[in-house]
């Protein structure tokens, strides 16, 4: 019998969220980068920036009652994750930072997570809690999630963008509702249509 699980690692952009790329959607909305950031942070934190990882409340605490660590590693920025973590109570989450100086942005950013080396930041959440990464399971979407898939012990393609994610994956998943992909987690559950979760 293999053994159990004990964490679940998600994306964010795309996955988790409506918006697939934070960055690309703050340049869209705001038709500029620089220039009022105060505007830029209120028009966030008012929620004009829309996104849906809310549907993740009930996977978490389906996870939680089992036991398994929940956490987020985006390339995308700390102005979502961080507040995906705190609305969501998640063990972990790790983002790339916008800097800000005197209350405003600078235009640089604090690369917490690379495009293409999410590995590391599995090796980091492995080390904080002392989890092997071969019990580790990772969902993502996209080609940036593939070298988190290959750090962990079993991945899921949720809704994947293209043939490169579903190669890279142990099982791909196509759904609305993030509970139907926790049916199809090595968890040892029913499998779809076999029973309710409760």
């Known amino acids: 019998m293999p053994r159990p699980y ?22 869209e909305s705001l038709e500029q980068w620089h220039g009022n950031a105060a505007d830029y942070q209120e028009q ?24 398994l660590k929940v956490g987020v590693i985006s390339t995308g920025l700390t102005l979502l994750a961080e507040r995906v973590h705190r609305e969501l109570d998640l063990d972990f989450t790790i983002a790339n930072r916008l800097v800000t100086r ?10 917490n997570v690379e495009h293409g080396r999410k590995e590391e930041a599995v090796e980091l959440f492995c080390n904080q809690f002392g989890i092997p990464p071969d019990r580790v399971i990772a969902v993502g979407d996209s080609e940036g999630d593939v070298s988190m898939f290959r750090a962990v ?29 926790v049916l199809h987690l090595p968890l040892g559950l029913p499998a779809p249509g076999e029973g309710a979760i409760h």
């Open 44 to 67: 966030f934190l008012r929620g004009a920036i829309d996104y849906n990882a809310f549907c993740l409340l009930d996977a978490r605490e389906f996870l939680r009652k089992r036991g």
């Open 153 to 181: 012990g079993f991945s899921v393609a949720l809704n994947p963008l293209d043939d490169e994610v579903v190669r890279a994956a142990n099982a791909v998943c196509r759904c609305a509702d993030v509970m139907d992909l």
């Open 102 to 111: 005197g209350g405003c942005f600078t235009g640089e950013v604090k690369i």
């Open 6 to 27: 004990l964490a679940v690692l998600f994306d964010l952009d795309g996955t988790l969220t409506t918006v697939a790329s934070l960055w690309r959607h703050l340049h």
